[in-house]
């Protein structure tokens, strides 16, 4: 079981921006997605980017591509979820995730690693 730990979240403004990091351990190295997911209140979880084997490819939410960017840095263990121009509905809890087998990138059951999360709140 790997052990993912995020941090990086805070409250801010619209239209401010923030950066979510991901210290990731106890994987083996080995893993097909390393993504960010986030849950509001009363809604599912849903997938806002993830990075495919080792980062050869990125995938975003249609509501965060242009306004987020996934990237890892391998000597630190760590994936990070860059984020700019916030909006209210970016509000929720951010979880990082990692699947160790193909599925689709945005669905949560792919997944079979998960952090513990971490608060993001955006005020208009």
């Known amino acids: 079981q790997a052990l993912l730990v995020e941090s990086g979240g805070d409250s801010v403004m619209a239209g401010g921006s923030m950066r979510l990091s991901c210290v990731a351990s106890?994987?083996?190295?080995?893993?097909?997605?390393m993504g960010w997911f986030r849950q509001a209140p009363g809604k599912e979880r849903e997938g806002v980017a993830a990075l495919y084997t080792g980062g050869v490819a990125a995938f975003y939410a249609d509501s965060v591509r242009d306004r987020f960017t996934i990237s890892q840095d391998n000597a630190k263990n760590t994936l990070y979820l860059q984020m700019y121009s916030l909006k209210p509905e970016d509000t929720g809890m951010y979880y990082c995730?990692?699947?160790?087998?193909?599925?689709?990138?945005?669905?949560?059951?792919?997944?079979?690693?998960w952090g513990q999360g971490t608060q993001v709140t955006v005020s208009s």
């Open positions: 106890g994987y083996g190295q080995s893993f097909v997605w």
């Open positions: 995730a990692l699947a160790r087998r193909a599925g689709l990138w945005s669905l949560p059951s792919t997944y079979s690693d």
